[in-house]
């Protein structure tokens, strides 16, 4: 079955520093990866997704992720967060249904 | 409206009682998830529909559990004599199908004491 981890609990960064959150997927074959984000109170909502061709994404926000098929790994990263950037980030990989298949998460916090 | 609709957004009801949750998907949209997310962890699937049909339940924890989506347009989760285990958030998505973005709604959070 496939599974996404994601390396960090808890990010704790000050402003303008660079993020890099680590998301690792088990499926070997064609996937569809994607990242979302969910704000203190707010719904989930979709950062990036990748499904093919160039495998730097670049999402809403500043993120960009890329793609790296030998390391299975679809990191998020965003050269310099703001305190707004505060939120639960979530990695998934699209299921045969359709469905999505979450990591368990990454809370990140940024200092003022 | 715009965006998924999910009520309650809060439930709290006692051990042994039975539970609905409505969604609302966004008009159009043919695919509907439910996941389930308790604290701590990402949402997990529980069931998907396509249309009408359940087109795969196998993310349902054991038959306490149900779902229906009788016209293709609203969903209602049915939790039958609720655990405490049973706590978690309740997230529906909908979307018009593989390939294209999953919309959200802000989840019934459910608590069983």
């Known amino acids: 079955a496939q599974s996404v981890s994601q390396h960090n609990h808890h990010v704790i960064l000050s402003e303008a520093a660079s993020l890099e959150l680590g998301c690792n997927y088990s499926?070997?074959?064609?996937?569809?990866l994607f990242w979302y984000v969910q704000y203190p109170g707010q719904h989930l909502q979709l950062l990036l997704k990748?499904?093919?061709?160039?495998?730097l994404v670049k999402g809403i926000k500043g993120f960009e992720a890329e793609f790296i098929k030998s390391k299975f790994s679809f990191n998020l990263r965003k050269p310099s967060v703001q305190w707004s950037d505060t939120a639960e980030y979530f990695c998934?990989?699209?299921?045969?249904?359709?469905?999505?298949?979450f990591g368990k998460g990454t809370k990140l916090s940024v200092k003022p | 409206g715009a965006g998924v609709s999910q009520t309650p957004s809060n439930k709290v009801t006692e051990k042994g009682k039975y539970v609905e949750l409505r969604c609302d998907p966004i008009?159009?949209?043919?695919?509907l998830y439910w996941y389930r997310q308790s604290l701590g962890q990402g949402p997990e699937f529980l069931i998907y529909?396509?249309?009408?049909?359940?087109?795969?339940d196998s993310g349902l924890p054991n038959d306490r559990f149900f779902a229906v989506r009788p016209e293709g347009s609203v969903s209602t989760l049915k939790i039958q004599r609720t655990e405490r285990g049973d706590s978690a958030v309740y997230l529906c998505?909908?979307?018009?199908?593989?390939?294209?973005?999953?919309?959200f709604g802000q989840g019934t959070r459910l608590t069983v004491v």
């Open positions: 998505a909908s979307s018009a199908g593989r390939n294209t973005e999953a919309f």
């Open positions: 499926y070997g074959g064609t996937v569809n």
């Open positions: 990748y499904f093919s061709g160039d495998p």
């Open positions: 998934a990989v699209e299921g045969s249904q359709g469905n999505l298949i």
């Open positions: 008009s159009g949209h043919t695919a």
């Open positions: 529909f396509q249309g009408t049909g359940a087109a795969d």
